[in-house]
């Protein structure tokens, strides 16, 4: 498996990245556990968006029907995610329940695209080793994990939203609880147009995005609608730094473009997560209180 899960994929920038990620991460989790030594309740609101699931969605539409299937799934295995295990016959599992209830996908759910018990055996087996070992770090682990999932693609469908669930509850397992009260795998399926295009980087970046947001808000948005982590950024700098101008927000992000975060501005403001004052050029970005 040394093809698949091996740090020489990556070069010494992108490594150092990822370890920058994780000691942030370490260092939130660090001040996660003693502010709450006996865990938390996982947010209702979160496991809801983390499965894609919202009122009101067409319940004939497939990518309602597999959200429906990832939300029981995700109910399943976050009430004890002790009992989820890395087994071909546990993941065949999985995947039939997370496309249970889409009709597109009988004839393939539950079922590997080719004969592929023995890669993903190995690839279980790597993972199991590795997260036991003193030598790598279990963030590191996990990423890899995921990207070589992607790669190998042992299913017809559905591989990235059931990846995006097994990291999740490797996390849980192994001593990250906090992601029960982080929309990750929200993030994970729709990342930001700036993220890292490396699929071994996403998850460590998203995961360190989201602390981020945590620590200067006090809270991860829980309502019905998506923020991605680009977004979050604007609503903690307009709050930090209003009344500003859309050529002052400029200035806090020289990555992107001026019409996508102009159209990141007016998503937030038709959600009421930031207001307005003045018109023209003369109107400036105020944070709103339910921003």
């Known amino acids: 498996m040394d093809?698949?899960?091996?740090?020489?994929?990556?070069?010494?920038?992108?490594l150092s990245t990822m370890i920058v990620h994780c000691g942030q991460i370490e260092r939130f989790r660090g001040n996660w556990d003693i502010l709450h030594p006996s865990g938390l309740v996982p947010d209702t609101d979160?496991?809801?968006?983390?499965?894609?699931?919202?009122?009101?969605?067409?319940?004939?539409?497939?990518?309602a029907q597999i959200a429906r299937g990832a939300l029981e799934l995700l109910q399943n295995l976050q009430a004890h995610p002790e009992t989820f295990a890395m087994t071909n016959a546990t993941l065949k599992q999985h995947h039939q329940q997370l496309l249970k209830y889409s009709q597109r996908d009988a004839e393939h759910r539950g079922r590997y695209r080719t004969s592929l018990d023995e890669n993903m055996q190995e690839l279980f087996k790597t993972t199991k080793g590795l997260l036991q070992s003193p030598d790598r770090h279990i963030l590191i682990t996990i990423a890899?994990?995921?990207a070589t999932f992607i790669k190998i693609m042992p299913f017809m469908a559905a591989n990235a939203q059931l990846v995006n669930i097994m990291s999740y509850l490797l996390l849980l397992q192994n001593g990250y609880a906090f992601v029960s009260q982080f929309p990750l795998i929200a993030a994970l399926s729709d990342p930001p147009e700036t993220a890292s295009k490396n699929p071994i980087c996403l998850l460590p970046e998203m995961l360190a995005e989201l602390t981020r947001i945590y620590k200067h808000t006090g809270k991860i948005p829980t309502n019905s609608i998506?923020?991605?982590?680009?977004?979050?950024s604007l609503i903690i700098c307009i709050r930090d730094y209003a009344p500003l101008k859309i050529s002052d927000i400029m200035t806090h992000f020289p990555?992107?473009?001026?019409?996508t975060i102009k159209k990141d501005l007016l998503f937030l403001r038709e959600n009421s997560l930031i207001g307005i004052t003045g018109k023209g050029r003369g109107m400036v970005y105020l944070v709103t209180g339910n921003g």
């Open 3 to 14: 093809t698949y899960i091996n740090l020489k994929q990556l070069d010494e920038k992108t």
């Open 46 to 63: 979160v496991l809801h968006k983390n499965a894609g699931w919202a009122p009101g969605m067409d319940s004939e539409n497939r990518d």
């Open 144 to 146: 890899f994990f995921r």
């Open 226 to 232: 998506y923020i991605n982590p680009r977004r979050q």
């Open 255 to 259: 990555n992107d473009s001026r019409n």
